[in-house]
């Protein structure tokens, strides 16, 4: 397999760290080399040429090749399980309505979140419990680090160059998460959103930094949703008015109590669209009174509709936490759900009748 | 040991337009404003409508905004620039 990149050398592993920190090339943090070798174990692990075109970024129109992909990812430290996920969630990152450009550039300062489903994540060790939105296991670590280091070196979205964030948040080094999907009752992210349980899947959204909530002191679920719902109403106030697709992570002690009463995230989602929203003129009770005028009186809903809450299991067994992750900004970026080396929404092939055997 | 490791980033360069043909003078011409509808730029662009018209002599000054200011401007938007002499786009916070 013959890759097209140039190739660099280092006289050691310190020279190579030099070679991609001052080339702009890296988060800051250390890379794992690229060498050509751990480039093709990737590439090969998803039956992909070197210049296979992964996609075309929407708006500066921008060829995505899988070499590019799959060097980065090496940097990230993934292995060659770990790829099929990175490519996935790039294609899924480069559908239109995902918005990549807007949502990498803006001065809001979202990261890409990556919500893994499926049984990918056994395979990889995608863990989903302990320390889910944290430095849980390697691969979500990895995973979500591949994703900004594409971003950095095949987008420049470079702090200060494509990426115009004021603030940023530390899911911009690696923000991804794997599903609990212990509970076979319990619907997955990516059932939710049209696709079969047995099915791998990624989830992509522009999000803003997790906002962590508590309440423990409770079994109801209307109480501690509405924990959940106030924290979405503060946001409301204090960050962004826009409706769009907020992700609530739902750790196991809160799922049992929800399960207990029968409660499912279709459930979930009426009763937080139902909650949460704001009355414009709340906003000059939080210093922006500025800009409510004569319109104090409209309603601002969270979500268009109550399908735009993505609810995700995760989180470790105990605890009454749970957290908010809202959106970038509003619905102008919309969550995309792809599935990982299967098309589940394919024409199914032609007919073969009267074919040769 | 030696290392040999690849470049990450995109080597060839996406080609890109060039630019219009400059101005001799704004006088007499149409100018396109293009906002991207942020609560800041409705000042902006009315004050710097005012001085293209009172500084610079500017006939017509078109503005048009677009309907989600974190994406590209629309087809329709687009299509009118080329009846514009001038076009500009700015952000405005």
Not at chain 1, 45 to 61: A, K, S, Y
Not at chain 1, 205 to 214: D, E, F, K, N, V
Not at chain 2, 38 to 45: H, L
């Amino acid at each position: 397999m013959q890759l097209a990149s140039h190739i660099y050398e280092a006289t050691d592993i310190a020279a190579v760290q030099e070679l991609y920190h001052s080339n702009g090339w890296t988060d800051g943090l250390p890379i794992v080399p690229p060498t050509e070798d751990a480039v093709r174990a990737c590439l090969e692990r998803v039956m992909m040429t070197p210049d296979q075109l992964i996609g075309i970024e929407p708006v500066r129109g921008l060829p995505i090749l899988a070499e590019k992909l799959a060097i980065n990812a090496v940097m990230a430290g993934c292995l060659p399980m770990h790829f099929p996920v990175v490519v996935t969630a790039w294609m899924a990152m480069m559908r239109e309505e995902f918005l990549m450009h807007g949502a990498t550039a803006s001065t809001g300062g979202c990261a890409v979140l990556v919500v893994i489903n499926g049984p990918i994540r056994e395979e990889i060790g995608a863990l989903g419990s302990f320390n889910a939105l944290g430095n849980s296991d390697r691969a979500t670590a990895v995973i979500g680090r591949a994703i900004r280091l594409c971003l950095i070196n095949l987008m420049d979205v470079r702090p200060g160059a494509i990426d115009r964030s004021t603030l940023g948040h530390p899911g911009k080094f690696s923000y991804c998460v794997a599903e609990d999907e212990d509970d076979p009752a319990w619907p997955t992210l990516a059932e939710q959103r049209g696709l079969p349980r047995d099915a791998s899947a990624v989830t992509v959204m522009a999000a803003g930094a997790p906002r962590q909530i508590m309440n423990e002191w409770t079994t109801r679920p209307e109480e501690f949703l509405e924990t959940f719902a106030a924290e979405m109403r503060a946001n409301l106030r204090h960050y962004s008015i826009h409706p769009g697709n907020y992700a609530l992570i739902i750790p196991r002690q809160l799922r049992e109590h929800l399960r207990a009463a029968k409660w499912g995230p279709r459930d979930i989602a009426a009763f937080i669209h139902e909650r949460a929203r704001i009355h414009r003129r709340e906003w000059a009770d939080v210093g922006k009174g500025a800009v409510v005028r004569d319109r104090g009186d409209s309603v601002y809903p969270a979500m268009r509709s109550a399908d735009q809450l993505l609810v995700i299991a995760a989180g470790g067994p105990a605890g009454g936490f749970g957290a908010v992750i809202p959106p970038w900004l509003g619905d102008k970026s919309h969550a995309v759900t792809l599935p990982i080396g299967a098309c589940v929404d394919c024409e199914p092939p032609p007919s073969v009748k009267g074919s040769v055997p | 040991m030696i290392f040999r490791v690849l470049d990450p980033t995109p080597e060839k360069v996406a080609a890109i337009g060039n630019p219009a043909p400059r101005l001799d003078t704004l006088r007499g011409k149409t100018v396109g404003l293009i906002s991207n509808g942020k609560e800041g730029s409705k000042g902006f662009f009315a004050h710097m409508e005012d001085v293209l018209r009172t500084q610079y002599g500017v006939a017509n000054v078109v503005l048009r905004t677009k309907p989600n200011y974190s994406a590209p401007a629309p087809a329709g938007i687009l299509g009118e620039i080329k009846s514009w002499d001038a076009v500009i786009s700015g952000i405005g916070d």
